[in-house]
């Protein structure tokens, strides 16, 4: 009997050891994603500053899409209805017997677009020749700012057209440095995009989509880096219209080791993004 008993205790011992085993196991795994979401709370400022250095570069090459279309149509003699960035505030020089061939556009210390941001400082853009479209192209700035928040870097585009669709698809990289003043963060950004302009109306440029996808790197000052990856099959839309991101699902992971997806919903021109952990989520609101 007494070995019986014996037996018994160490059943139950068992058991008490693989109750406790289990529950620390959903334990973890529950802390792991309220780490996630406490992270997510902590790196808020990071999503939206990301989220918006998007949409910068995204704008940058609509409102560079206008100078270059304004240069090259010798029958525009100036911005017009058709433009929904650039009014006549920038000064814009074509030099075009110059190797490579260059555009500059120069917003001086300030000048307000036609959506109402204000940009100052210079975009230089080169090409081999501008008039073929499919040739590569290269941003780059000096002292040039969006609504206080500075651009620096060099972005590569190269362009194929569909023109019986109206399309034109472009393969961007950019090495870029971003400096939000509101914080005194500076950020690095890396990406290799994928973008597709679908020109719904020709020379209406507010009837404008851009779609987007492709791998970004985006670094804080204290060396933390996240990694988005966007999903062709889930890209993120942006439209002229509403001059923001409105719909798309991104995969966010961090250096070390978190990670989170972003979803900027279903189109409408809103500035709500759900970022979601596991079952865990939680609204922002963009800029």
Known sequence: MKTLIILTNKSRDMKKFRFLFVSGV????????????????????VILQETLSEEIMVEVDALVEEAIDLKLNTEKSGIDDGDFYL?????ITYYKNADP??????????????DGKVRSGKIMISSSKFENATAERVKTFDDFYVEGKKVEGVVNKTITVDREDHIKVAEIEEDLTFIFPDDGGTAQRKAIMTRKYELNTLGVARDNIITSWGVVEFTRVNGIMITKTIN???PLIFKVLCHRIVSGIVAVKTSDNRSWTIDYGNGECDNIATVMCGNNTKIIRLR
């Open 101 to 114: 061939q260059v555009i500059i556009i120069d917003f001086g210390t300030g000048c307000q677009g036609k």
């Open 232 to 234: 062709e099959t889930t």
């Open 87 to 91: 009014n006549s505030c920038p000064i």
């Open 26 to 45: 959903l334990l973890l795994a529950l802390g792991a994603c309220q780490r996630d979401e406490i992270a997510v709370d902590d790196n808020e400022s």
